[in-house]
């Protein structure tokens, strides 16, 4: 099976990854406000994980010849994920999902919220906590003994009848000394003909991952922009984003990045 197991030591700094991605996102909450720009709470983000000794596991990660430039993915109203921060302002009644990756002696973690601009629509508002719950829906899953696709499952479920559709294209992850480790977590059970790409692999104890169900309010198509990272939803519709790392335990998931 392969997957990454950690001892103690491992299993303390891979905690504490999780642990200062969890306050890094508590800390950019407090400050997204309308007028506030995705730049500044990249600073603020960053400056948070390299007092904690820590480094921004985003910056500089992908393709050599376009390694993505900041701290943290914000993805504002229709951008679904990798959003790159910039200098405009946020407006009153947008989102914003703030996607965070740190990396502490040698260990990842990884967590995504999405945060209102001052007062949203109950529609949106309605979304994110779907969104939100389905996340929780699947972590419920995560336990041995159970597979993967029961994580899917669950998701896909909740989001679908609620009346949202789910992105395709990225999924969740393995974790511990890779940020994006095996196995892949679909938010979605593949069809027969995909499910060679996804494994449906039993879930054994110290297993850890990154599960983050990403919600449309329209159509599940995406598009890439130009910059080669950002993904946003192909007919405009809203997009949020839930995120938490956690270890498989019995009985009971562990989740590293629960905030206060
Ligand atoms: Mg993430
Ligand atoms: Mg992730």
């Known amino acids: 099976m392969g997957y990454f197991k950690f001892n103690t030591d491992e299993f303390k700094f891979f905690e504490r990854a999780n642990r200062i991605v969890a306050e890094t996102l508590s800390l950019m909450q407090k400050h997204v406000k309308p007028g506030v720009t995705t730049y500044e709470l990249d600073k603020i983000a960053e400056d948070y994980i390299r007092t904690q000794n820590a480094e921004p596991a985003f910056k500089g990660y992908g393709p050599k010849d376009n390694p993505f430039p900041a701290t943290v993915c914000t993805s504002v109203d229709n951008v679904i994920v990798h959003g790159i921060p910039n200098k405009t302002p946020l407006l ?19 967590s995504a919220i999405t945060c209102f601009v001052g007062e949203v629509s109950p529609e949106i ?20 003994r ?15 009848s609620n009346g949202y559709s ?5 999924v ?11 196995p892949p977590v679909p938010n979605f059970v593949p069809l027969l003909l995909h499910r060679g790409d996804y ?19 329209g159509k599940k198509e995406t598009s890439t922009l130009d910059d080669g990272w950002t993904v946003v939803t192909r007919d405009g519709s809203i997009a949020t984003h839930w ?3 956690v270890v498989i335990d019995q009985g009971k998931p562990i989740i590293m990045t629960l905030r206060n």
């Open 172 to 182: 969740g992850h393995g974790i511990g000394k890779k940020l994006h480790d095996d």
């Open 199 to 217: 494994p449906n692999w039993k879930l054994q104890q110290g297993l850890a991952l990154s599960i983050e169900p990403m919600v449309h309010m």
């Open 146 to 160: 159970k597979k993967i696709y029961d994580i899917s499952r669950a998701i896909q479920t909740y989001v679908e």
């Open 166 to 170: 789910l992105t395709r294209e990225l």
């Open 125 to 144: 508002a309605r979304q994110s906590e779907v969104t939100e719950q389905s996340l929780f829906k699947g972590l419920e899953q995560a336990v041995e």
């Open 243 to 245: 995120e938490h790392t």
């Open 92 to 110: 009153e009644g947008q989102i914003v999902s703030l996607d965070v990756g740190a990396k502490y002696k040698g260990f990842f973690g990884d």
